[in-house]
């Protein structure tokens, strides 16, 4: 039975994980972030790979820093046939990778050599992208610069937001590796070198990043939006208050108002100018301290004074 380590951490690499289990593949390992805190108590919580692992009764690594740490050294003497990631979050030494008796790979969530880094969904959003998909690389000490043995691609729709993609894009790697693996244990997998002139980046969204400009066209702040949606949310500064955009739609009207201002308002909807003369509505917000609400109730209370022509959003706090 080929031998594995697996190494992942979100929501996105436990279908890979259960998949390699299903296909009865012996995952000796898994490697996951540390448990931090999460969700507005701050409680402490294992990530999703770290409690599918132990679901299964499998053994989980959680090194703060990989690289010189006993949880290295373990998994080196492991000797896996295979090193898999998905999603880790963490560089890995090249003593490690090289630990692998027949390959290490990594399921990378875009058409390398498009958006290599940490941020690739998000960022085929952010620009619009109509099309992404999954890579199998093989994994090297430079950054998601391997060798390519397969791709498969995905529709990007209006509809989607990271959350959607990240979801099918995780059942589409799974299912590409698993067809895959055969071939690079079998040394029939073919090799395709990434083309140096047609890399590009995706690094990890900043905290600076959160924050939306309000001056972009209503169209580029939309998929700002759904590229942030759902873990993080980007927000404005709305009504003089921190404010979360989950929302928003692009319209076809036009306005001479300033980029902020109130367009149109009735009990239901409410029309902000964004740049380049462009408007949309926000359908669902979320005010510091408060949960989501629809743009109606958002309306019948702390939007209620909003007038036509005023300055909602602005780019600080007043």
């Known amino acids: 039975m080929t031998s594995v380590i697996f190494l992942g951490t979100p929501d996105f690499a436990v279908p890979i994980l259960e998949g390699l289990i299903d296909q009865n593949y012996n995952v000796v390992a898994v490697m996951t972030q540390p448990d931090r805190k999460v969700g507005r108590k701050q409680k402490v919580a294992a990530s999703p790979v770290k409690q599918a692992a132990v679901a299964h009764d499998i053994p989980v690594l959680q090194p703060e820093k ?28 090249t003593k490690f990778l090289q630990a692998a008796q027949i390959a290490a790979v990594n399921v990378h969530g875009s058409l390398l050599p498009k958006y290599r880094g940490g941020a690739p969904i998000q960022y085929s959003i952010i620009n619009g992208d109509t099309e992404t998909g999954v890579t199998i690389i093989e994994m090297v000490k430079k950054m998601d610069a391997g060798d390519m043995f397969a791709q498969a691609k995905l529709p990007i729709t209006r509809q989607d937001d990271t959350g959607t993609v990240f979801a099918k894009l995780s059942l589409l790697g799974r299912d590409l590796l698993l067809a895959t693996l055969p071939k690079i244990i079998d040394n029939t997998a073919t090799r395709t070198p990434q083309d140096p002139e047609k890399v590009t980046f995706a690094p990890t969204i900043t905290k600076e990043q959160e924050h939306l400009n309000i001056h972009l066209p209503a169209q580029a702040l939309d998929q700002w939006v759904r590229a942030l949606r759902p873990d993080v949310g980007g927000y404005v500064y709305m009504n003089g208050q921190r404010t979360k955009l989950w929302a928003v739609t692009p319209l076809a009207e036009k306005t001479d108002l300033p980029a902020g201002s109130v367009v149109e308002r009735s009990k239901h909807q409410l029309v902000v100018a964004a740049g380049d003369q462009t408007t949309f509505q926000i359908d669902e917000l979320q005010p510091a301290g408060k949960g989501k609400q629809h743009i ?15 300055q909602v959003i602005t780019d600080e706090a007043k």
């Open 296 to 310: 109606a109730d958002y309306l019948n209370g702390p939007g209620r004074d909003l007038t036509v022509g005023q």
């Open 66 to 93: 990989l690289s010189g740490s006993p949880e290295l050294a373990k998994a080196i003497a492991l000797a896996p046939d295979l090193i898999v990631t998905a999603a880790y979050g963490q560089f890995l030494p």
